[in-house]
C-alpha cells in the first residue's frame, strides 16, 4: 500500500454531510401554513433521532425544505423517503388526496469544512426570497447550537 492508498482510504471513511432538498408536488406552496411547516419539523426532529442523523439545520420554505445532516443507521434515500411518507400520511390523515412531493429530491454530499457555509445559505434562504429581513426572524428553520424552533 502507498501513501497515496491510505490517504484515499482515510478520506472514504470520513463522515459525509449531506445537504437534501425535498420539494413539494409542482411547487405547490403547501408550507405557506404553519401547521404544515410544524408538522414537517416536527417529523425531521423526530425521524434524525429514531434514525441516529445529527441533525445541523433545516429550514423549511413556502415549496421545499433543507435538511443539513449526517447519516445514522440509515441510508439518505431511506431517510428522505420515510420523512415523505409519514409527513404524506399526516396530511391524508386531514384529507389530502394526491400527491404531495416531487417524486425526486436532491442531495449533495459535503466535506466537514462546508458545514458553517451551507448552514448559513439554508437559513439566509428565507431572506433571499424576502420572506424576511433577517433569517433569525423566521420561524421555521433550525440551526443545532443556534436558533431553536421556535412554531
Known amino acids: 500500500m502507498t501513501k497515496q492508498d491510505g490517504d484515499r482510504d482515510n478520506v472514504n471513511t470520513l463522515p459525509l454531510i449531506y445537504h437534501v432538498v425535498i420539494t413539494a408536488y409542482h411547487k405547490e406552496a403547501l408550507f405557506s401554513k404553519a401547521n404544515n411547516c410544524n408538522n414537517l419539523a416536527y417529523l425531521i426532529f423526530e425521524t434524525t433521532a429514531l434514525h441516529e442523523y445529527e441533525l445541523f439545520a433545516f429550514c423549511i420554505m413556502p415549496d421545499h425544505?433543507?435538511?443539513?445532516?449526517?447519516?445514522?443507521?440509515?441510508?439518505?434515500?431511506?431517510f428522505v423517503n420515510l420523512l415523505?411518507?409519514?409527513?404524506?400520511y399526516v396530511l391524508a390523515k386531514g384529507g389530502r388526496k394526491g400527491p404531495v412531493w416531487?417524486?425526486?429530491?436532491?442531495?449533495?454530499?459535503?466535506?466537514?469544512?462546508?458545514?458553517v457555509?451551507?448552514?448559513a445559505f439554508i437559513l439566509?434562504?428565507?431572506v433571499r426570497?424576502?420572506?424576511v429581513d433577517n433569517f433569525i426572524d423566521y420561524p421555521?428553520?433550525?440551526l443545532l447550537?443556534?436558533?431553536?424552533?421556535e412554531p
Do not use: W
Not at 447550537?145 to 424552533?149: D, E, H, I, V, W
Open 65 to 78: 425544505a433543507h435538511i443539513l445532516c449526517q447519516p445514522g443507521n440509515v441510508m439518505v434515500a431511506h
Open 84 to 88: 415523505r411518507f409519514r409527513f404524506e
Open 102 to 115: 416531487q417524486p425526486d429530491y436532491r442531495e449533495q454530499t459535503l466535506p466537514m469544512d462546508q458545514i
Open 117 to 119: 457555509s451551507t448552514a
Open 124 to 126: 439566509e434562504n428565507p
Open 129 to 131: 426570497n424576502g420572506l
Open 140 to 142: 421555521y428553520s433550525f
Open 145 to 149: 447550537g443556534g436558533k431553536k424552533y
